[in-house]
């Protein structure tokens, strides 16, 4: 428990240095090309099916414009078909702009460190040709692959300044060409999360008409096409391409990492839910009840699994001062359900919208000493069946056992044996 | 496949818990999280209580609520019949334990059972949440045998690492064959009063499946569905064997 505590602490810290621009920490050490030379990177032990095969997430598959992915109740693949062709992938970033749990990863969508000057912020797609782009302007490979915590994250850092989406009216005829349907759902996301923490309308993401006057490239280029490399960035990119090549030889399966015990961080979670709360508080508003999942408790018994599976660490049971608190923090919460899907008294209900940003404290109860082994356990309000009193759920059940099985195995006894 | 079960006759049983010795040293158990152990009850009040007791493995169910619980599906049936845990996929989120109508998987992070704290004396390197001075030399993480991680249940193997090296085709592993028996569990290769016997119940010549049929074999809390691989012998008569006075060994 004492360990537990630490970690919450952890985690707590590290929502408010999470930055818009924090560059490497998308793509982590685990992550893995899903085929030799593809563009999507996989990191099957933060995949929610992965690390529990009956979670049904396939919000990668809906999202792929090519649909390319395909899932088999894990980790998603890329189709068959790719393989011939490894650039099959177009690397629009769409699946991992969906994934919950950054599990995906495509290049490109870092947020820059040094964001440009201008009183708007531009942003361009890479298959626009450098040039057209106006100065300052920021190039991701696809406006499809942004979401709306990306939109947030950029508008927090770049103080409040309006962000103009440049559309260059080719998205129809792109492969990638149905991003437009996720562009338009994540700015109008972003859009109401703005609008709820009280910023102007002048300020929100636009969409604006920017016709190119040449033609567009081919495809969405590689990103060393697009960025030429810092000295230290290309170092960096040798060592890294050098590991990833050995690594690619592996299966997304084989690189199931060693324990699924850790929490992961979500972050793009956290990268929108703390952008969100410092623009609120800069309008002086609460944070939008639109951002924040709302968990609710039944009838628990305390036993503590549903925090224990909480893959992002949203929901912690923590022991403090001889209680055991159930304590829910919706700014880490990606809503998978997963806590829902395991409480043996399904006793938790989440609603997508209309919690509080602050840490919340569902439940409390009185940790006591088991009267047989010692061990602590909480004492819950809604007591479960087989509770003797007084014992932990592992004395009560033993006891309850003990007492079932002798009269079962004995049948009826005929006789007092002591009397003669 | 064989299909691995076992009869415990608690006509034979004394309750002097050697087996739970037995499976702490050769599991690196430590007392009070015994992959077994064996339960007491006393009834009735003095001057003429009653004391029953009987022996408590993993019951190797052929259906087990634990496996079909666990979110990651980290507890798995093998081909052979035996319920294990994959320590590497295990989470430590304890719905196994709840589901288990006998109460037999163990976590043990927790507070120490017994003062001193022997894993404190001696402590694990790495994930491993001990380091016992003796040691069995098998560690086997995917099948859960050997010393236990921390963060993860755990529970009786049959001991797994001894019975899968096994000759394929051997209807019993009997302590009393010179040639299987280092394949044999380490509590039935214990039992002083040879109460245990350990066989596969797929194969209807093998010793166990017969002392079933002949002495009536009774499974515990049959009515869950669990379908344990554990048969318990009551002995004959009225009166089952699980109270020493009752045995038709003392009758004799």
Known sequence: MARLLQASDAMNASIAPITA???????????????????????????????FPANPCTLCVGACPLALLETDGRAPRLREQASTAADTCIGC???????????????????????????????????????????????????????????????????????????????????????????????????????????????????????????????????????????????????????????????????????????????????????????????????????????????????????????????????????????????????????????????????????????????????????????????????????VAGTCPACSKAEQLTRGVAGFLRAPVVSDVSQP | MAKWGMVIDLEKCTGCQACSTACQMENNRLPGE?????????????????????PRPCMHCEEPSCMHVCPTKATFKTEDGVVLIDWNKCIGCKYCMIACPYGVRFYTDEKPLHEPNIKAVFKGEGDLSWNPPYKGPQQDATHGVGIQPNGVVSKCTFCYHKISKAPKGTPDLDESNPALVEFVPACVRTCAPKARYFGDLDNPKSQVNQLISAKKGVRLLDHTGNKPQVYYLTGSGAAGGAIPSNRSTNKA
């Open chain 1, 21 to 51: 621009t924090d560059p490497a920490a998308d793509v982590r050490d685990s992550h893995r090309a899903m085929l030799p030379g593809a563009r999507v990177l996989l990191d099957a032990g933060t995949c929610l099916p992965q690390r």
């Open chain 1, 93 to 387: 970033g769409q699946c991992a702009a969906a994934c919950p749990t950054g599990a995906l990863h495509v290049d490109g969508f870092a947020l820059p460190v040094d964001l440009p000057e201008e009183p708007e912020i531009l942003i361009d797609c890479w298959r626009v040709p450098a040039a057209e782009s106006p100065a300052g302007t920021l190039r991701v490979p696809c406006l499809g692959g942004l979401s709306s915590g990306w939109l947030l994250s950029l508008f927090d850092a770049a103080g409040e300044r309006p962000i103009r989406l440049l559309d260059r009216g080719q998205c129809a005829e792109c492969p990638a060409g149905e991003g437009n349907r996720n562009l338009l759902a994540a700015i109008t996301e972003a859009r109401l999360l703005m609008f709820g923490c009280g910023v102007d309308i002048g300020l929100i993401p636009m969409l604006v008409w920017r016709p190119c006057n040449t033609p567009l490239l081919p495809a969405i280029p590689e990103r060393s096409a697009e960025t030429p490399i810092a000295r230290r960035g290309f170092f960096r990119s040798l060592f890294g391409a050098g590991a990833r090549a050995v690594d690619e030889v592996k299966s997304p399966a084989d690189a199931t990492p060693v324990t699924l015990r850790t929490t992961m961080q979500p972050l793009q979670r956290l990268r929108l839910t703390s952008a969100l709360t410092r623009i609120a508080q800069r309008h002086g508003l609460p944070v939008p009840a639109r951002a924040m999942p709302r968990l609710s408790l039944g009838d628990c018994c305390a036993h503590g699994v549903c925090a224990r599976v909480c893959p992002t660490g949203a929901l912690q049971q923590v022991t403090s001062a001889g209680m055991v608190e159930l304590r829910f923090s919706a700014a880490r919460c990606i809503s998978c359900s997963q806590c829902l899907r395991v409480c043996p008294e399904r006793a938790l209900r989440l609603d997508a919208e209309g919690g509080s940003a602050a840490t919340e404290v569902l439940q409390r109860w009185r940790q006591n000493e088991c009267a047989t082994c010692g061990a602590d356990y909480p004492n819950p309000a809604v007591t479960p069946e087989l509770a």
């Open chain 2, 34 to 54: 015994n992959y077994q152990d064996v339960l007491f009850y006393k009834e009735g009040k003095q001057p003429n209580p009653t004391l029953s007791w009987f």
